[in-house]
């Protein structure tokens, strides 16, 4: 035994994860996000195509344009589309406007790295109902074969046909140990196996199976199940990862439902509609219908969206695709762009069900940050209480935002009436920028201060004049602080940054800058708003520079300028240097070099013949002031140009960040006391429970067909429904949204796909691979059923028996298929090498959470009772910005991982080492690759040390136990059966080599042992 107990630890990488199929990949997430960001300028509709790249063909795309190739297979580095988006081409960036989002770059990199697949030609159909999935399941005969049950007499007459036979029965403690991780994630226990050893009865396994099924373990094993295909998690993710507080209570609802077996149609009907179900004066029931609907909430959303209408549908479409792949195992998302590729869902039909979800409220707000619906779990009084409440809140928002917009306006105003003044200025911070100031370090006559607790200064100067300032050890990661000297705003500090590796703390100096100090006593403050000051001292020095170098605000307060706008210009002409569309292209050519006749905005009429800086920043003010003046109603181009430029949403002109610094005295004042008020407010807020879920929008309605899938572009509307071609189903009352309905229309008994794709998600579970292999999939891209009247019979039955899932676990653990043993034989294996007849029982790895609660379990440090509330310590809605922590949990809590926080973007290290599924998308097939860091796990990772030396310690504290004794029990725990005499002496030999090498340690020479007993292939594996 010992020659294999420590298999794992040898394996190299020898599986990787499935990729994600290429043409879905595309259809998904690159198309929609060329619809929206390129196509407008690189398609074959473009008037004219802007630098001869077409978007909308591959070969086109991978020819390129005036540039040469845009994308290079396999190889984003080397892909000028790439570098592009990414501003990394020098002047050319793209898209126009803001920089595209870092996670759809990611996209398009990945896209890149996995060959840029794209979308097959739409090729003829065969008509929908003659594809199998597609037609209602008809019970067939069983066959008549003396099969003990009728799943037996399908696959034996399939094993008959290629002369295979099932292996022997397996024995009756794999048999235990299969049955019970399969039902409950969890090892039997000593007793557990005794009991079943001593029942002889001819029902003694059937015992088992009811007695595993009525069990509350077995409903947190199939929960998670479920949590794979709802794409289940605690945040938000994506780009503003916000906490899920009370995502748990949908966990919960799952682990109550599996365990009293709630009928999978009534399952269906209160995710997706359980508010809209008929009335109950019982309120724990309305809260568990209402508690129901996470599902719809529970996904990852761009909440930092700043198109809302874009928000909207790109969440629609998240919960239609997650229902749709859940309940139907169909890919609807790729209708979202055009009519689907393979299956015969049309563009039309993808908005047909966008309007329920549209017309369905998922959202409190599409704001900047998006805010979620929640249920308050609490009777009627108590809700109306806490709305009143929340009105005065949104009350005292609505006077605070009045009150900002108005200051806000004054700063823009002003700003606009002085744009010449503004770009005069930017071009010298732009020339300062391009001057370096290296740290002085040792400098004769210098002075060097210890930092202060409150980092100020008091600082005499003999003379007068230029003097640099530099900081010893600034923490760069936690921000910089604004520099005030003399009273004098000189320097604006700089925001922190939350990714540690991009900004890292150095040693050292640092430059801060030139600046005058007057003769005699000068103060110089340190100020930082988000976190304290840290630096350990500071350095003056008289400057010796033959050019000043002035700091963005220095410049600014030259000639009263507001510093912030300014920085917002400085950043947008180097984010627009080289572009000849842009209404500064003329400034720019004029301060920086270049060839205006290049320029190609309709603003470069209204300059022609002026030259000169102060003549061209004299034209810009005129002409800026006339825009705002003319607005949206400016007949000239040019001037149409001038305010679109003024009154861009993410302009130089819009109101900075930091705005509040200049407001005046008594508006400050004002402000502070209405956000007092407010806050307290918020702290009176009466606390209920809470649950996510979705609700009747107050706007219902259809969706005209998005062309190319942008809401800018529209077609013909079209009347709330279904898929036409899966099944027929009634109009949609015109006064609902149409969820209660497409939840009806989903567990019809006569719909094609519903119980088909929830049996073989049940086969899968317990059979390793699905009757239908692609169990996320039953369109034309997936495979067809191995045994389709095998599946067939299995949803009928389903349905017939109440859409039970404990009957139907009983009907598929008490056949012969399911109790046969794993062994190999040759001779099945040379006929049917992937077993798909199913000739012996598959051997299975145990799945992540089975694995860290099996460890757990044996060593006897898992508390089974069920976890209350969230484990996340952060607030609702706060941010997990520090993703390496994930919310401050203690993942190695002694309670099962079905509790633990799935934080999206920053998984659980045994969670992401043993392959659990992306939580931001649905998936029903989890990999169960076989790498090698799954072995460093097994030998280094916080799990297995701290229960193998639990495990050691407790069989060495047990006074009744000898040495094979302990070797034993070890054995019986954690593999379910007795240690042979042979195993039991290779054990000892190597405990005791164990012990010289840990000097005498004899815990930590048991530990060893342990470890490698948990490590072993038998333990990770289920036969």
């Known amino acids: 035994m010992l020659g294999r107990i420590l298999a794992l630890l040898a394996l190299g990488a020898m599986a990787a994860p499935a990729q994600e199929d290429g043409v879905a990949f595309f259809e998904k997430n690159v198309r929609p996000l060329f619809a929206k960001q390129c196509l407008s300028c690189h398609s074959a509709t473009s008037q004219p195509v802007m630098g001869g790249l077409r978007l909308d063909d591959r070969a086109l795309a991978l020819k390129g344009g005036t540039r040469g190739p845009a994308i290079v297979p396999g190889k984003p580095s080397e892909s000028l589309l790439l570098r592009v988006v990414r501003h990394e081409a020098g002047p050319l960036k793209m898209p126009p406007g803001p920089k595209m989002k870092d996670a759809d770059q990611a996209l398009l990199s990945q896209w890149i790295q996995m060959g840029a697949p794209w979308g097959a030609t739409l090729t003829s159909q065969a008509p929908a109902q003659k594809f199998w999935a597609f037609v209602p399941p008809a019970k067939p005969a069983v066959p008549s074969n003396g099969a003990p049950t009728a799943i037996d007499a399908f696959l034996r007459r399939d094993l008959a046909a290629k002369a295979l036979a099932w292996n022997p029965a397996a024995s009756k403690r794999e048999l235990l140990r299969r049955a019970t991780f399969d039902l409950t994630g969890l090892p039997p226990t000593k007793q557990e196996a005794a009991d079943f050893l001593n029942d002889n009865s001819a029902n003694a396994f059937e015992k088992v199976v009811d007695r595993l099924l009525a069990s509350p373990r077995y409903g947190e094993r199939w929960a998670r199940h479920w949590m794979d295909v709802a794409r289940y998690a605690d945040s938000n993710g994506l780009d503003e990862n916000l906490v899920y507080k009370n995502a748990f209570r949908y966990r919960d609802y799952l682990i109550a439902a599996f365990n009293k077996d709630k009928p999978f149609d009534q399952f269906v009907r209160e995710q997706l509609a359980g508010d809209l179900l008929p009335g109950t004066n019982d309120l724990a029931t309305q809260f568990e219908r209402w508690t129901a609907t996470g599902f719809l909430s529970l996904g990852a959303k761009m909440l930092a969206e700043d ?7 790109d969440i629609v479409d998240e919960q239609l695709d997650t229902t749709m792949r859940a309940f139907n195992a169909l890919t609807v998302g790729c209708a979202r762009c055009h009519d689907h590729k393979f299956d015969p869902i049309p563009h039309s039909d993808y908005y047909a069900m966008a309007g329920i979800f549209k017309s369905s409220k998922t959202m409190e707000h599409f704001k900047v940050v998006a805010k979620w619906h929640e249920y308050v779990l609490a009777p009627k009084e108590d809700r109306d209480r806490l709305a009143a409440h929340e009105s005065k809140i949104e009350e005292k928002t609505k006077e605070i935002a009045k009150l900002t917009r108005a200051e806000n306006l004054k700063i823009t105003d002003a700003a606009k009436q002085r744009v010449g003044d503004y770009l005069v200025a930017a071009a010298k911070v732009m020339k300062n920028n391009d001057i370096k100031i290296a740290p002085v370090e040792n400098e004769a006559g210098a002075i060097v201060l210890a930092a202060p607790k409150n980092f100020e200064f008091a600082v005499n100067i003999e003379k007068g004049g230029e003097y ?216 009176a807020t009466p606390d209920f429970p809470r649950a996510m879920g979705v609700t009747e929008s107050a706007q219902i309605g259809d969706l005209p067909i998005h062309l190319r899938g942008s809401h800018w572009t529209l077609g013909e509307k079209v009347p709330r429904g279904f898929l036409r071609h899966v099944a027929d189903a009634q109009p949609i009352n015109p006064n609902t949204s149409g969820r209660l309905q497409l939840a009806e229309w989903l567990t019809a008994k006569d719909h094609p796909l519903t119980a088909r794709v929830i049996v073989n998600r049940v086969w899968r579970w317990h059979f390793g691979k699905g009757i239908v292999p692609t169990v996320d999939n039953f369109g034309r891209l997936g495979e067809k059923p191995t045994n389709q009247e095998l599946l067939d019979y299995l949803a009928v039955r389903f349905v017939e028996n109440g859409w039970s899932l404990k009957q139907l676990h009983r009907e598929m653990m008490l056949t012969g298929a399911y109790q046969q043993s794993s062994a190999l034989n040759a001779k099945a294996a040379e006929a049917d090498p992937e077993n798909t007849l199913l000739w012996r029982y598959p051997r299975r790895r145990l799945e992540a959470e089975s694995m860290r609660d099996a460890i757990m379990f044996v060593s006897g440090d898992l508390d089974l009772k069920a976890s209350s509330g969230s484990l996340l310590k952060y607030k609702d809605r706060q941010y997990v910005a520090n993703t390496a922590m994930r919310g ?104 005791a080599r164990m012990r010289d090498a840990w000097k005498g340690d004899n815990a930590k020479a048991w530990q060893s042992f342990c470890k490698a007993l948990l490590s072993s292939n038998e333990f990770l594996y289920m036969n």
């Open 468 to 683: 640099q300032l530099d900081v010893l050890n600034e923490k760069k990661g936690a921000g910089t602080a604004d520099v005030h000297i003399n009273g004098q705003w000189v320097k604006r500090g700089l925001p922190p940054v939350s990714n540690r590796q991009a900004s890292p703390d150095v040693d050292g100096w640092t430059a801060l800058g030139v600046f005058t100090l007057k003769q005699g006593q000068n103060t110089i403050r340190f100020e930082q708003t988000n976190k304290k000051t840290a630096f350990e001292k500071l350095l003056i020095v008289p400057n010796t520079l033959p050019v000043v170098p002035r700091t963005n605000v220095q410049i600014a307060n030259e000639t009263g300028l507001n510093p912030s706008i300014l920085d917002q210009l400085v950043e947008d002409m180097e984010r627009s240097r080289g572009a000849a569309s842009s209404v500064l292209y003329g400034w720019e050519t004029e301060t920086l070099g270049g060839e205006r006749k290049s320029w190609i905005s309709p603003a470069a009429k209204l300059f022609e013949g002026v030259r000169g800086e102060a003549a061209l920043a004299a034209k810009y003010t005129e002409l800026a002031k006339r825009a705002v003046a003319e607005g949206k109603e400016a007949e000239d181009p040019g001037i149409k140009s001038l305010f679109a430029f003024l009154t861009e949403k993410f302009g130089p002109f819009r109101a900075p960040g930091n705005a509040k610094r200049y407001y005046a005295d008594a508006v400050r004042t004002q402000l502070k006391k209405l956000e007092k008020e407010q806050k307290d407010l918020e702290a």
């Open 307 to 313: 198109d809302p209408m874009k928000m909207e549908m």
């Open 888 to 991: 401050e949990v203690d993942y190695e809590r002694n309670i099962r991982a079905v509790y633990i926080p799935v934080v999206r973007s920053s998984l659980y290290e045994v969670f992401s080492a043993f392959d659990i599924p992306d939580p931001t998308t649905s998936n029903g097939d989890r990999d169960s690759t076989v790498v090698a860091p799954q072995a460093l796990f097994m030998m280094n990772g916080e799990v297995m040390l701290r229960h193998s030396m639990t495990m050691a310690k407790r069989l060495l504290d047990n006074p009744s136990l000898d040495d094979a004794g302990r070797i034993r029990e070890a054995y019986e725990r954690a593999l379910s059966r007795p240690a042979t005499s042979s195993e039991i002496d290779q054990a000892l030999t190597f405990i």
